[in-house]
């Protein structure tokens, strides 16, 4: 297993944010604006205040990691629509699980593009099934031993942030 | 057959993505969200083709493909994998075990249907029950020709009609244009450098957009070895050069499946006229032989049991106007049609000139031929023909050959 601490930061914020700007751009036909100088690591940076659907996917090879992405539920329920090509009525009749799988859906595609960018620098390894937490005043905190970068990105108005803990090397 | 389309994959929002990226085509799609199912429901559907995940609960979509590879019977079935698995190893792997094409996710629905269209013969649901266009709806001709004489004579040729004729010199012009416009039939010369016409004739037949728009050849007449090559390959038709407007229309027509039966045949509103063309190229001919049985059969099958065969338009009778004539009135004594002709003095005149034609009568209007089925009727029982009014142009011996 590679050692994380050898990759440059730089490296995982290029990878998070193009894994994001392709997915939302492709999907959803929304640009992610990168949030400039967002460094706040700490648990605080992403405290809930309002319901959220957080989508998970994790990677298991070269690099052991996980990415949460946090949609604010409006924002999941307007990704699902645009997915789905449901109208907003639509989705609220579908339900939580229409837009939990939309999330799902959201994360593994972002998720699979950025480990495939790690792949290509040398670092192969595999995606594992997303799963979605959902909820209000709940927070993830990781492992002492894991790395954790947090990006947010602005996609037309709403917030989206990419939570990454990525298992530090032996 | 419609082709039948199974996707395997636990994300139902991929499935449904899956569904709408389709529902413009004619195709059947079945769902299954595991490896497990998929292997289920192949046995059981027979798909056309298979679209594949990767990373699934109960049978991943490696276990699957595996599977599916050393069944003898489903082996055959072509698999596209559409998964977030896009790392090159990831890609090498699968490949090996054999995959038709491969869609990283995330992937736009066009290009997903592109390639799937690649695969199996995919056609659009308009394309099918499609209301038959007429020769008098607007069409978009796109000319390829580096020669800008020949596309100003095409231009003026089609003037007259509702076309728009778009050109570009080169094939990777029209390349570009057909992808962002729909074209309803491209005219190339097979005189552009370096093959470049059978180039685009491939591209275009590889593309989903314009897989099934007719391509016609413009080829100079004494190149049979070039015209050969062009109706091997499958283009819809060939025009040779020096262009014949009148011919390169009908073939236009032809190839964009117009019905141009509005420009020969109506009802007015108890009669069938057939109304004849000055200029009787074969392809006209053809063209009008091709109509004439079903017209006639319409007209019957709706009440109608006169036809007029109007030659008011007709400078001078020639062999393709009698030709289709004769047809025409065989047809009507067929059905028990009875007929009459309108025409000049000219027509009558040249008439004389053939023994078949020798006893044909015209009348010199629509009303007198109108007039004379009245006259007919009235006339008990069941004259041989419409007597022709002191009037009318007729014949030195009346005797009417226009009779049903």
């Known amino acids: 297993m590679a050692n994380v601490q050898d990759i440059d930061e730089a490296i995982f914020q290029l990878s998070v944010t193009r894994a994001v700007q392709a997915v939302f751009k492709t999907m959803i036909g929304k640009t992610a604006k990168p949030v400039p100088h967002f460094a706040d690591t700490s648990v605080h940076a992403v405290a809930l205040d309002q319901v959220h659907v957080v989508g998970t996917a994790g990677m298991v090879g070269a690099i052991n990691g996980l990415i949460y992405l946090y949609f604010e539920l409006n924002f999941a329920k307007l990704c699902a629509g645009r997915l789905l090509s449901l109208s907003p009525r639509e989705i609220e009749q579908a339900g939580d699980e229409t837009v939990n799988d939309a999330v799902g859906e959201l994360t593994n595609m972002t998720v699979g593009t950025f480990k495939n960018q790690l792949s290509e620098r040398g670092f192969p390894c595999r995606l594992t099934i997303p799963s979605i937490l959902r909820g209000r005043e709940f927070t993830i905190t990781p492992i002492k031993s894991a790395v954790r970068h947090i990006y947010r990105f602005d996609i037309d108005g709403h917030s989206l942030t990419a939570d990454l803990l990525v298992e530090s090397g032996p | ?404």
């Not at chain 2, 599916?68 to 075990?97: D, H, Q």
């Not at chain 2, 989903?208 to 007719?214: E, R, S």
């Not at chain 2, 069941?382 to 009014?389: G, L, R, S, V, Y």
């Open chain 2, 1 to 404: 057959m419609r082709p039948k389309i199974l996707t395997v994959d636990d994300s139902k929002t991929v499935r449904v993505i899956i569904q709408n990226a389709f529902k413009h085509y004619d195709c059947e799609i079945f769902e299954a969200c595991n490896g497990v199912e998929g292997l289920a429901l192949a046995s059981r559907e027979n798909p056309d083709l298979i679209l594949l995940d990767v990373t699934m609960p109960v049978m991943d979509g490696i276990e699957m493909l595996c599977k599916l590879k050393a069944n003898a019977v489903l082996k055959a079935i072509p698999v596209l994998m559409l998964t977030a698995e896009g790392g090159r190893e990831n890609v090498l792997r699968i490949a090996k075990i054999g995959v038709r094409d491969y869609v990283v996710k995330p992937f736009k629905e066009e290009v997903l249907v592109q390639k799937v269209g690649r695969i199996i013969d995919l056609k659009s649901i308009t394309d099918a029950p499609a209301k038959i266009k007429s020769i008098f709806d607007p069409a978009t001709i796109l000319v390829v020709e580096d020669k800008p004489i020949i596309i100003a004579q095409i231009q003026e040729g089609f003037r007259h009609t509702p076309w728009q004729v778009r050109s570009v010199a080169t094939a990777g012009e029209a390349i570009d244009l057909c992808a962002g416009e729909t074209v309803d039939l491209v005219m190339v010369s097979l005189s552009l450098p370096d093959d470049a016409a059978f180039t685009l004739f491939r591209m275009l037949r590889a593309s989903l957009k314009t897989k099934y728009t007719p391509i016609m050849a413009i080829v100079v007449k004494t190149d049979a070895a070039a015209q050969q090559h062009a109706l091997q390959v499958g283009f819809t038709a060939i025009a040779t050069k020096p262009l014949d407007l009148v011919d390169l229309e009908a073939k236009a027509a032809k190839a964009m499946h117009l019905d141009t039966s509005q420009r020969y045949f109506h009802t007015a509103p108890d009669l069938l006229v057939l109304k004849l063309p000055d200029n009787c190229t074969p392809a006209l001919i053809g063209e009008i032989s091709d109509q004439l049985k079903l017209k006639v059969a319409d007209a019957v099958n709706s009440g109608i049991n006169r036809a007029v065969f109007d030659l008011n338009e007709v400078r001078s009778l020639d062999m393709g106007h009698i030709k289709l004539l004769l047809t025409a009135m065989q047809i009507c004594r067929d059905l028990a049609l009875q007929f009459a002709l309108v025409g000049s003095g000219n027509v009558l005149k040249d008439s004389q000139n053939y023994e078949d034609t020798r006893a044909w009568q015209f009348y010199s209007s629509m009303e007198e031929a109108r007039a004379s089925f009245q006259k007919t009727e009235e006339a008990a029982p069941a004259p041989e023909a419409p007597a022709a009014p002191p009037d009318a142009v007729t014949a030195p011996e009346p005797v009417a050959a226009a009779a049903g």
